[in-house]
Structures are given as structure tokens and as C-alpha cells.
């Protein structure tokens, strides 16, 4: 199963946000990577740079790689309505996102182990994909023999809530009720950059 491995608080200074969750050595140093530190002098980006740059910042914030992501974008592409809006609503169906998004794990990485592991199910059944496509209605819940895991019970204490997600605590389980609307995610992403490099 690819994933990205390297480092995370170098990524996240390139975009300038802590894409990957709280990080503290990024608070320090909120300006790029390189060696001549916060006053290198920067050329003005190229337009193919900029969303060259969006794109990769919805990658590396999604952890999705290069192949997967560009099969969702044809994907969103092919169907009817709004192509950025489809595309990030698609990487907000995935099934580690959402369990990122229930608040069971506090971060995507985490949320993506824990589906590997088999501690999540939907509808009832183990499923270990974290690319799986939730549809509206199903339920995701926390396996019967991981409910006491004490990374999931300290991760719920301090939950979000979305308006298209409902949550159960009695269960530990929560239903997908539909794909977020664009102004309902949070995601600092400019999805139109990303639809216009994939158009050239």
C-alpha cells in the first residue's frame, strides 16, 4: 500500500501551513525550507508553478499520490457539475478521511492506520482500504474489539463536528450523510489552479 513517508514539517513549510495537523517545529519556522533561512530572495512563480504548487498541497494534505489522484480527477472530469468541487469531495469520501473527520484519529495518517489495521468497519463489515468510497448512508464505526484503544478514546475527547456527519458516541459510529458541499470544507485548497493544470 504507497504512501508518503518523508518528512512532514519540511512539506509543510513549502505551502506555508501546517497541512498535516498541529506541529510545533512548523510554529517556529513558518518560512520555506533551504539554506539561507526566511530572507532568501524568492523570483515570482510561473502560472504552471502556482498550480503545479495547489496541486501538490491537496495531495500531500489528503495523502493521496500521484496516479490515484489523477484517476479521481478524471473521474470528477467525467461527471456532471463543478470538476474542482467534485475532485475535493471525492477525496472527502475516502474512508480515512472521514474517520479523520469523526475525530477517531487526529490526524489523516492516523486515521489511514487505523483502516489498515482492521480496527474500522462499515456497515458492519472490517474494511482495510483507506481509498474505500463512502456512499451517503453508510455508517462508519470503530470495531467492537478496538473500542477501547486508548488512541481513538483520547482522540474523541477532543472532536470536531461536520454538518455532514453524524455522530454516535453510545456506538462509537458515525453516518456519512452525504459529500460535503465546497463551502463546507475546511481545506485552505484553490481546486480551480488544480483543474486548470490537468486542462493543459
Known amino acids: 500500500m504507497a504512501r ?3 518528512p512532514k514539517t519540511k512539506i509543510a513549510r513549502k505551502f506555508g501551513q501546517p497541512i498535516f495537523g498541529d506541529d ?7 518560512y520555506p525550507p533551504g539554506q539561507h533561512g526566511p530572507n532568501k530572495r ?7 508553478a502556482v498550480q503545479l504548487e495547489e496541486k501538490q498541497k491537496a ?5 493521496i499520490l500521484e496516479r490515484q489522484f489523477e484517476n479521481m480527477y478524471k473521474k470528477a472530469n467525467a461527471a456532471k457539475g463543478i470538476t474542482g468541487e467534485i475532485l475535493l469531495q471525492y477525496c472527502e469520501s475516502r474512508l480515512d478521511n472521514v ?4 475525530g477517531i484519529s487526529p490526524s489523516r495518517r492516523g486515521a489511514r492506520q487505523l483502516v489498515g489495521h482492521k480496527h474500522i468497519t462499515v456497515n458492519g463489515e472490517v474494511v482495510n482500504i483507506p481509498s474505500y468510497q463512502l456512499k451517503a448512508g453508510d455508517v462508519v464505526a470503530v470495531r467492537e474489539k478496538s473500542k477501547t484503544l486508548i488512541a ?9 463536528t461536520y454538518d455532514w456527519l453524524i455522530w454516535n458516541d453510545e456506538q462509537m459510529s ?3 450523510n452525504s459529500a ?11 481546486e480551480q489552479l488544480i483543474v486548470e493544470l490537468y486542462s493543459k
Open 152 to 160: 481513538i478514546t483520547e482522540s474523541l475527547r477532543s472532536r470536531s
Open 180 to 190: 460535503p458541499e465546497r463551502i463546507q470544507i475546511p481545506e485552505d485548497i484553490k
Open 4 to 6: 508518503y513517508t518523508g
Open 42 to 48: 524568492r523570483g515570482k512563480k510561473s502560472e504552471y
Open 174 to 176: 458515525g453516518t456519512f
Open 59 to 63: 495531495k500531500y494534505t489528503y495523502g
Open 24 to 30: 510545533k517545529s512548523f510554529e517556529k519556522k513558518k
Open 99 to 102: 474517520v479523520y473527520r469523526l
